[in-house]
């Protein structure tokens, strides 16, 4: 594919994995995106059809180590690197290039909370203090402006879009909050691991990370931001036995007086003019299904039998808005891009 003033020349680091295999998939239907440079450290030199084999006839760049990257010839770059290995990656390109990172490296806007949970000091802390945290619907303007953008985690997508609106409106109290979230296998990444197993996995259903979540102060940062105070929420994830997908189902306490209508109200105000935030009618809930291969997120309430109380439930996938589309959709607003383009695929059903 010749090169085009009017395309803009994007590297994928990390590009074996499943977020480079979705950007891939993403990026392949974007007019404005040149991919000019694809990176594996474990695969350097091959097609990218060996990896996957979906791509073959798409004349992809071959895949090459991070040090042989033309940096001259790109303007965008996709970080999708394992955590804890991006920090010094992205501090050593060049300053031209406006980078979004979809490890967790610089999701974490305080560095000492950042070594708290990760257990290695942080290896750029003067990036992270110019790092975007990339919540698009909630940040377009940061967004916007900045070079470089820590896309959010999957489950802190999930929970801080119903979640920040309704704090914001102050009609629920931020002291009670649960998150019971389950989320898809390839959240843990294409590494082989024993708990990603088949035989681990299939045909049963278990929680991990129980009160020690690293996505956890993820969530906690941008809800305490949301209420003006710092918090804490009772957040327990579950691994479930499908590919993709993540289903939060909140249970939040009512305040100010608010009703269950109310809370809905504020969130059809909010995401009233967003293309991928889609707030669900009375009597309709979200389900994973609904949402598979798509960058929506979908929003349903129930009112609670416990008096006083309601049920929260968003649905995305966690490949997609949970991922690379968030991170698709992050590029468009920073390059001033048309934000649907490369996302306009609907959901894939069943």
Not at 11 to 30: F, K, V
Not at 90 to 106: M, T, Y
Not at 213 to 241: D, K, Y
Not at 291 to 296: F, K
Request: charged share 20%; proline share 7%.
């Amino acid at each position: 594919m010749a090169t085009s003033p009017d395309r803009v020349r994007i590297a994928i680091l990390g590009a074996s994995g499943y977020t480079g295999a979705e950007l891939l998939r993403l990026l392949a239907s974007h007019r404005r995106a040149e991919i000019v440079a694809l990176t594996a450290e474990r695969s350097a030199g091959k097609p990218v059809e060996s990896v996957f084999p979906q791509f073959y006839g798409r004349r992809l760049p071959t895949l090459v180590k991070n040090g042989e990257v033309n940096w001259g010839g790109v303007d965008f770059v996709f970080c999708a690197l394992p955590h804890g290995t991006t920090q010094e990656v992205i501090a050593g390109l060049p300053p031209h290039l406006r980078v979004c990172d979809l490890s967790a490296d610089f999701r974490l806007a305080d560095v000492d909370t950042y070594a708290e949970w990760y257990g290695h000091a942080h290896r750029a802390p003067q990036l992270q203090r110019e790092a975007v945290y990339g919540l698009t619907e909630l940040a377009r303007a940061a967004v916007g402006k900045a070079r470089l953008v820590a896309n959010p985690g999957c489950y802190p997508t999930s929970a801080q879009l119903p979640l920040v609106p309704l704090l914001r409106a102050r009609q629920i109290d931020p002291d009670d909050i649960i998150i019971d979230a389950k989320s898809g296998v390839t959240g843990a990444g294409r590494e082989a691991k024993q708990g990603s197993l088949f035989a681990e996995v299939a045909e049963g259903i278990h929680a991990y990370g129980v009160a020690g979540h690293r996505h956890a102060p993820e969530i906690e940062q941008g809800l305490s931001a949301a209420a003006g105070r710092p918090l804490v929420v009772n957040f327990t994830p579950h691994l479930m036995p499908m590919s993709r997908g993540i289903l939060a189902t909140i249970y939040v306490r009512l305040a100010g007086g608010a009703s269950v209508p109310d809370l809905r109200r504020t969130l059809e105000e909010t995401y009233a003019d967003e293309p991928f935030v889609r707030v669900l009618p009375e009597g309709m809930l979200p389900a994973t299904r609904h949402v598979r291969g798509s960058n929506l997120c979908l929003i349903g309430l129930a009112k609670d039998r416990l008096s006083g109380r309601a049920i929260v439930i968003s649905a995305i996938d966690n490949l997609v808005k949970g991922a690379s589309g968030q991170a698709v959709q992050n590029m468009n607003v920073m390059l001033g891009l048309e934000e649907i383009a490369g996302l306009e695929q609907e959901p894939l059903f069943p």
